[in-house]
């Protein structure tokens, strides 16, 4: 079993940046497939990032293309997504998932994840 922890969400002003982190125990998450996903007040929650099992390959949501990246470190068993001029509509719980597999076909699916954690809530002012 894999235990994913998020943190480092928090109330930010629209411009600002903010870096959510998402520790895994249990297993060694190395060579997983690794996923962020959020899910606005009242709305279904959407694909954000994905990363492959080395940090090599990275997907990311057109919505946040530009803004966002999802890196990796094996060694602290850590993903992040930094998050860069925030915008009100950004606001959600953020999701980290980890699927255990290494081919990686895009992450962008919900259903493939075999792991989730509990969130962390990001607030954007405007």
């Known amino acids: 079993q894999v235990q994913l922890v998020e943190s480092g969400g928090g109330l930010v002003q629209a411009g600002g940046s903010l870096r959510v982190s998402c520790v895994a125990s249990?297993?060694?998450?190395?060579?997983?497939?690794m996923g962020w996903f959020r899910q606005p007040p009242g709305k279904e929650r959407e694909f954000v990032a994905a990363i492959n099992w080395n940090g090599g390959t990275t997907n990311h949501a057109d919505s946040v293309k530009g803004r966002f990246t999802i890196s990796r470190d094996n060694a602290k068993n850590t993903v992040y997504l930094q998050m860069n001029n925030l915008k009100p509509e950004d606001t959600a719980v953020y999701y980290c998932a980890a699927e255990p597999v290494r081919t990686f076909y895009g992450g962008s699916r919900s259903s493939q994840y075999d792991y989730w954690g509990r969130g962390t809530q990001v607030t954007v002012s405007s």
């Open positions: 249990g297993r060694t998450i190395s060579s997983y497939t």
